[in-house]
């Protein structure tokens, strides 16, 4: 078997590596002509480190990565709403660790990975214009053919668009402002070694360590009705997002005069896709399933979507049943996934009172059974890629 898989981002390169871990060849064909620093932090929830330790990678990605101790949700007023322990507690419970990571050293990492295992053809620099029987074309004209076609093209996605069209895309109106910042350009004792969460009316900000504690991530969500483009690299203006964030805790404020510069995102809400595969070709990732970032899921989504379709792909039944298969195992948790960022894109947003009252309920189950609100995630970073029931 030979697989074309378009695009090599973090799901595309985590397909590769799986089927190459499960001794089947591929191409994986990426539109940019070289890697870069592209994007910023991730987190990566038990359920993503189980995918990536049955890859192989779970070491690299522990050394390159941060340990957080634990999660807090505070309004923008400084009172703690909720507090989620990670650490070893996490790994107690899911089996894997809870992480953060620069998104391009997990790149970095899985590329490695997939160079060393040695069964992937990579085409830098080939921008996949079409999807025909049994293959794809090459802007310029070149084709190439293989037994499947897998679309890991992001959330514009080239294959989703041939297969099923361009579907409805609503902008949600919100807008994700991304930096990292050096650790040591930062008071000591300022950012705390956690996922920190502040929430206020039309705004919510995010941080935590990467890169093993030297950069501090940040992502913030603002209202923004004009604002359209989705991308990784496009520039924000600085004093725009300090302007939003005015009155707002010191890290807040530190992080934002600490960015050498922040970049924009427009974040559009879209539909489930009622099927994925048709024939031959399927989608996997941020190409089949787009999600909004606020459960901080989609390429945990993605690397486990690669982990189940090697599989499939590997049984041996040959591909359209495989990708039927792949379908099955994966549509419904993808979509819950999906309805639970729309969720608290909400929740994070609201008026101080509501805000109160919406954490009060996890919080309190927290009260009564230290611990126990993190039983409402068992689901979510529970659920193991490598061992799920998919034939
Ligand atoms: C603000 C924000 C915060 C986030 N935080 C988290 C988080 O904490 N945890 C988490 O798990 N996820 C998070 N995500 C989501 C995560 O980044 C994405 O879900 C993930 O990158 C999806 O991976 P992918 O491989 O499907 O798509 P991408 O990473 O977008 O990769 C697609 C690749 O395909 C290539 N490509 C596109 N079109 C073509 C073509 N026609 N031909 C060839 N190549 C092509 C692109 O160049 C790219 O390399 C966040 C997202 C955002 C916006």
Redesign the pocket.
Known sequence: MHVIV?????????LALALARAGIDATA????EAFGEV???????PN?MGALRSLGAEEAVRAAGFAPQAAEVRSHRGALLLKNPLGAAAEARWGAPYL?IH?ADLHAILLQAVQEVGRTTLRLG????AVEAGGVVLEGGERLTGDAVIG????????RAALWGEGAARSTGDV?W?GVVPADRLPAGLIAPMAAVWTGPHRHFVHYPVRGGALINF?AVTEEKHWRI?S?SEPGDKAALAAEFTGWPPSVQALIAGADSVMR?A?YGRPPLPRWSKGSASL????AH??L?FL???????IEDAVVLARCLASGEGTEPSLARYEEARRARTAKVQAWSRRNATLFHLPGPATRAAFGGAALIDRVTPGGGAGRFDWLYGYDAAATRVW
């Open positions: 378009v695009g090599a981002g973090l799901g595309g390169l985590a064909v990426e539109q940019a994007g910023a932090g991730l987190q990566l929830s993503a953060q998104r080939a921008r996949v214009a890991c093209d992001g959330v514009r996605s080239v294959v994700a991304r992502i989705e990784w995102w974040l996997l990732g941020d190409a787009p999600m970032p901080a899921q989609g390429a945990a989504m993605a």
